[in-house]
């Protein structure tokens, strides 16, 4: 494994048995690097339907060599006719969808058998990625749509204001994937006095419906990075969805919300981001957890990683 600071070497950048890291790269070039099942928990919170400037940064995706025939096969003919009739009648679907479908397709090959991917949408692409997520992964591997609520902003006075995003929940295999509901933080009963004394002093477990505040603009937790989600959310993802020792993945990573909770529950973590600003504040954030790598795919095509020593970045 290339560790910051050692100038690159061969081999890919990332080891079961190596540090946590965050990778400066596009992950489409990055995804295919990493060997096949190697995620319990997969969370990425990508941009949402920005159009046709996510087109053009479009990269094919192959699968890793040790990987087997092609995804658009995995589920067959009606994977093809849906997403076909989805394409037909909205561009901006098309656009958004042909950015985000082969890394998605990454996501599932990079699950492990017990893992779990946590999809951060809104209301605006959450119904076409669940009937294409339906396809990719299965009906049956669909385990839920978490509402994140929150109540922050202007309100619109000519339509009900959104306040809320949705995330949308996967598994790898339905009978085998990890989910401790008891490691998760629970909540006051809203009528406590409906409930004995015992089971309101215990709180209840939480739904599919998660109230809680966007990241303070004054607190602790903000890192100046625009769409940094709030750690709390995260904590619930991880804590539930992985173990001590597992290891997890953002390919949208931003400020790296999701290494920070990793790193604090005792999680090994990679967060990949394209964006040097996000890397930077990464790098204030996770770098005592983590390693901070650029990846070059000239490079690894010709069998070498790169690593970019701390003191070469920014
Ligand atoms: C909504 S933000 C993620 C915020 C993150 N959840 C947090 O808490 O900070 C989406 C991120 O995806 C990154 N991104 C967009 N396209 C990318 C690509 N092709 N490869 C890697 N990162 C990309 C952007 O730079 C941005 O930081």
């Given amino acids: 494994m290339a560790a910051a600071g050692d100038g690159g070497t061969a081999g890919p950048l990332w080891s079961p048995?190596?540090?946590?890291?965050?990778?400066?790269?596009?992950?489409?070039?990055?995804?295919?690097?990493?060997?096949?099942?190697?995620?319990?928990?997969?969370?990425?919170?990508?941009?949402?339907?920005t159009g046709r400037s996510q087109r053009r940064q479009q990269t094919s995706m192959v699968r890793s060599a040790d990987g087997e025939g092609d995804r658009i096969g995995f589920k067959g003919r009606s994977y093809r006719t849906i997403r076909g009739t989805l394409a037909s009648y909205d561009d901006a679907f098309e656009d958004y969808w042909s950015f985000l479908e082969p890394r998605l397709a990454e996501a599932w090959r990079l699950?492990?058998?017990?893992?779990?991917?946590?999809?951060?949408?809104?209301y605006r692409e959450v119904h076409y990625a669940k009937v294409l997520?339906?396809?990719l992964f299965g009906r049956e591997c669909f385990l839920?749509?978490?509402?994140?609520?929150y109540d922050y902003g202007a309100r619109a006075t000519r339509r009900?204001?959104?306040?809320?995003?949705?995330?949308l929940v996967y598994v790898k295999d339905p009978a085998r994937?990890?989910?401790?509901?008891?490691?998760?933080?629970?909540?006051?009963?809203?009528?406590?006095?409906l409930v004995t004394p015992e089971k309101a002093a215990r709180g209840k477990l939480p739904t599919d419906v998660w109230w809680h505040t966007i990241v303070s603009p004054t607190g602790r937790e903000k890192t100046g990075y625009p769409t940094q989600k709030?750690?709390?959310?995260?904590?619930r993802i991880v804590a539930a969805s992985s173990r001590e020792g597992d290891w997890v993945l953002d390919f949208f990573a931003g400020s790296g919300t999701l290494g920070a909770v990793a790193a604090s529950l005792g999680r090994q973590f990679v967060c990949v981001d394209q964006n040097p600003q996000a890397i930077e504040v990464m790098r204030r954030r996770l770098g005592e957890h983590a390693d901070v790598a650029g990846f070059e795919p000239e490079l690894q095509q010709a069998g070498r990683s790169q690593a970019v020593p701390p003191a070469a970045e920014g």
Avoid: C, Q
């Avoid at 400066?24 to 941009?47: H, M, R």
């Avoid at 839920?144 to 609520?149: G, P, V």
């Avoid at 709030?230 to 904590?235: A, H, K, Q, W, Y």
């Fill in 111 to 122: 699950l492990a058998d017990d893992g779990t991917l946590y999809l951060h949408l809104d």
């Fill in 17 to 49: 048995s190596g540090r946590s890291l965050v990778v400066e790269a596009d992950n489409a070039n990055y995804l295919p690097t990493l060997p096949d099942g190697a995620f319990t928990l997969i969370y990425v919170d990508p941009p949402f339907n």
């Fill in 133 to 135: 997520l339906d396809a």
């Fill in 177 to 193: 994937y990890h989910f401790d509901s008891a490691a998760v933080d629970r909540e006051p009963y809203m009528a406590p006095g």
């Fill in 144 to 149: 839920n749509e978490i509402i994140w609520a």
């Fill in 160 to 167: 009900w204001p959104t306040k809320h995003d949705n995330i």
């Fill in 230 to 235: 709030p750690e709390g959310l995260l904590r």
